[in-house]
């Protein structure tokens, strides 16, 4: 004798069973008490449910001021570039980029985050990682740990250090922000390399949007050329939806990546390889900070704005569900 | 008759329906309907009509699509036919309307996949659809449905009974 199955009986009951367990259940309900009483049980369950919901349908127009709560509302599916969970930024400068770079051997090397951890980037940084990143101080007891306390004194390198003078004016208060310390993937070599840039980058004022391990390229160990050529490069943003639900207000969408362009031009044509060039969108550059440079959209509405870091150019590796993407400097259109 | 009219007139009765004992309020239910056929209507092709306007309704409500709805009006006509064709003037009484609040309040206190599995259920959704539209696994949809009828008609029966005591 088996112990009455109530969601069996319900799909017998409503017809939903193939041939031969519906005749198995019949069985069991003919000849077992206990079997005949659920199914009996299940059969007034059956008609009270429809019996009360069927009171719902006299229900006037506007007088219920009490809605059911539903489901928080799905993210907005957004333009490919904001979609992006990671990009990287490749920009054409060609010869001339080259030329630049060679003639400018200051320019630190690129160093690589942790493109592996991407798929988990968009999760919140645990709190230890916060803790450890803002406390230089932390006993350094794991590798994991020691990256983090590296960050941190990265970070406090980089802020003493004279931050190059931007190109153009800095964005005004308020402007979106792109990575914050906080919100950098628990990935030691993220941590290590984004921090500096986030706090060098962010505006006080601005949410915490972004988890990003990303290419750091200010503040990095001189590299060999060769070597540089041959990094591969991985700069992600990766966009966080929780960190775009929370800046619904302002609908401004981040994307990082690398871009091996000099300052000038201050614009970029911006699109991702399977865009066509006419789709593209054209950002121009709102500042400089160190090797990043951030771009915001002249013709996306709402506006779209980017960092990109100056590094190592083009270099395959893209993980789903990062786009590459190609920004090529271009000259700004008149507004 | 038209795709367009057929898919009205076989589906718009119980589509409304259910959103109204979903959402408690019949115009917003019928606002999501008619974005529901708007958006049937851009399809190519559907596999399974019923399935997946239901599935599309649930969306949106889910997606609180009220205010995008408000601007599909050109269905309203059709609508306005449908609903004389099929609805009754409501009769409203006082026992009626307390019925409908205490169902309303019993249905609320069942968890959402629940209560969207029983609401569908009663619209003629078989377990396929249910599941489909659940994302659950099919062989699950019998014990939620009696988890749910279970649960609605104890937590009815304790609101008329707090009901009647109040009254007393």
Redo the contacts between chains.
Sequence with gaps: MTQPD??????WL?G?LPPDEAARVEQLVANDAAWAAAAAE?R???A???R??S??????????P???S??A??PRRLPWWTRAAAAVIVVAGGSVLVLQRSEAPSLPAPQVADTARTPSASSPVPAEAKQEATTPSTPVVSPSSRARTATADAASSEKSQPTPAPAVAPPPAGAPATVAPSAVAPSAVAEKLAAPIAQATVPTAAPVREAVPMMRTTGGAPAPRAELANTPAQPLALRDQEARRAKAASDVSVMGGVVAAPVMPACFVVRDAATPAGDSVVMHQVRLTGDTVFLASREAEPAVTAWVLRGAGPRPGLRSPMIAIIATPTSCPKP | MSDTERLFTTYHATLV?YL?????????A?EVAQETFVRALRQDHIVNERSWLFAVAT?L????ARKEARRRRHLELLAAEQRDAHVDA???SVA??L??A???R???TLA?RDRQA??L??EGL??TEIAEILGVAVG???????????R??ES?EAQQRARAERRA
């Design positions: 109530e969601g069996l009986i319900h799909a409503d939903e299940a007034g369950l059956i009270a449910s429809a009360i919901l009171a719902l349908d006299e229900v006037p127009a506007q007088v219920i009490d809605r059911p539903v489901a509302a799905q | 329906r109204t004992r979903r959402l408690g309020d019949r115009d917003w019928e969306n409500v889910r997606d609180d409501p009769d409203v009626r309307a019925d409908a205490d169902a309303r019993a249905l609320d959402e029983l609401l259920k009663e078989d377990y699950s949809v019998g014990t939620t449905l009696s988890r749910a009828r279970r609605l008609a009815f």
